[in-house]
């Protein structure tokens, strides 16, 4: 019997979703971008949950798309990448808008699409191992989606010195950009996630958690809808230039790309 690629539970009013893909580096596909969007929608209506945590199995938090997910890009239509790049914008807008506070617990790097679920999250706890990185650039491709929420976290210089150079990070320069919340050590992190949560939980309202983060979100992001209806528009098309198939190309093939 194959494994359930997101694992979801729930002990003291905190749901703990967790990424169960470890033999792949917990990589993104389409089934589990849906398992991902369908738990938080679970957690999201869930009369047992007052916040959330995400966290994922295995050394690693998210390497990003996988191998065979790419070589499936390069062979979809326009429409097709359309209706993909839909869904990653559905699982990420789920997240930032979820009625309850959502924490990521990033033990291993986050990378790529998987910095990308990191940006979106209330609350960021990683050890200091975690590297960071929006790496896109570096396949031909463009990190479209999540920049739209990376711009409302750090400065424009910031963010277009991350974006336009791919270069990977450290939690600490991630604490530094605004882009996290805490560094911890691996063997506190659990803990200190779990006491953040519990904390949440018996101190605050949840209807003044909820209220409260929607108005964050509206405040900061007031054109973000507009943004994000560009921004997959742009990943479908981008998706379709000699540069992706190029970069996605060498990238399986692990060749050095000469740009």
Not at 27 to 39: D, F, G, Q, R, W
Not at 222 to 229: E, F, H, I, Q, T
Not at 240 to 246: H, I, R, T, V, Y
């Amino acid at each position: 019997m194959t494994e359930a690629l997101v694992l979801y539970s729930v002990e003291e009013r905190i749901a703990t979703i967790c990424i169960n893909r470890p033999d792949k580096r917990n990589a993104l596909n389409p089934e589990l971008v849906a398992e991902l969007t369908a738990a938080f929608n679970k957690a999201s209506k869930d009369e047992a949950v007052k916040v959330v945590v995400l966290k994922a199995n295995g050394p690693v938090f998210s390497a990003g798309a996988d191998l065979a997910y790419l070589q499936q890009l390069q062979q979809n239509s326009y429409e097709e990448n359309l209706a993909d790049s839909e869904n990653l914008k559905t699982l990420f807008t789920t997240i930032y808008d979820l009625p309850k506070v959502v924490i990521a617990q990033v033990e291993g790097h986050a990378i790529a699409g998987g910095c990308g679920l990191a940006t979106v999250c209330d609350i960021t706890f990683a050890v200091p191992e975690a590297n960071f990185g929006y790496t896109e650039v570096k396949l031909g491709f463009v990190p479209a989606i999540v920049a739209c929420f990376l711009l409302r976290k750090t400065s424009e210089s910031i963010a277009k010195r991350l974006l336009l150079t791919g270069v990977l990070f450290s939690a600490q320069e991630a604490l530094n950009y605004g882009l996290i919340t805490f560094v911890t050590n691996k063997t506190d992190i659990s803990l200190n996630v779990k006491n953040f949560a519990l904390s949440l939980c018996t101190e605050a309202s949840a209807n003044s958690l909820m209220v409260t983060k929607r108005l964050i979100g509206q405040t900061t992001n007031p054109g973000l809808d507009k943004s994000l209806a560009e921004a997959v528009q742009l990943n479908a098309l981008v998706r379709e230039s000699e540069d992706f198939k190029k970069g996605v190309a060498a990238f399986i093939s692990k060749e050095k790309i000469n740009w």
